[in-house]
């Protein structure tokens, strides 16, 4: 039932967009994080995404399906919108290791940046999503 919900989704994504805002408050579902042993927690990861105004439907269908192999869950809801332009959304972050992050973005602007960064293994893993994690993890060349 929820693949069927997410195919109805996708292909209203794929619908030309009318000026005024259009959100949905589906939350996108993948299956559980890998949980094989320790392995993935303790797997060292680096990961750095940028999510903007100009981020598509099926670019954030890519980052969940390029972290889930790394032991994290990348969820996300209450997308919106305004021609063409992502405006709004929830993001909800977690990892096999136990860290958790969820944080909500409204009136995204065309210069907003959105970051995404995980990094390390294990209790010593850091997660950071938002638009202040330059000064957590600065960001590398």
């Known amino acids: ?3 069927l919900r997410i195919a109805i989704l996708a ?3 794929a619908a030309p967009l009318a000026t005024a805002a259009q959100t949905s408050s589906a939350i ?3 299956p559980a994080a890998p949980t094989s042993g320790q392995t993935v927690a303790e797997k060292d990861v680096d990961v750095n995404l940028v999510i903007t105004s100009a981020t598509s439907r099926e670019d954030l269908a890519e980052m969940q399906r390029t972290l ?3 032991g994290i869950k990348f ?9 063409g ?5 929830r993001v909800l972050v977690s990892t096999t290791s ?3 992050e969820e944080i909500e973005f409204n009136g995204i602007t065309a210069d907003q940046e959105i970051r995404l960064v995980v990094r390390g293994s294990g209790d010593a893993q850091q997660l950071c ?3 202040d994690c330059d000064r957590k993890f600065p960001r590398r060349d």
């Open 1 to 3: 039932m929820k693949q």
């Open 11 to 13: 292909a209203v994504a």
């Open 28 to 30: 996108t579902t993948f």
């Open 68 to 70: 889930y192999p790394q």
């Open 75 to 83: 969820h996300y809801s209450e997308i919106a919108w305004t021609e």
């Open 85 to 89: 332009r992502l405006t709004d959304i």
């Open 98 to 100: 136990g860290k958790e």
């Open 129 to 131: 999503i938002g638009t």
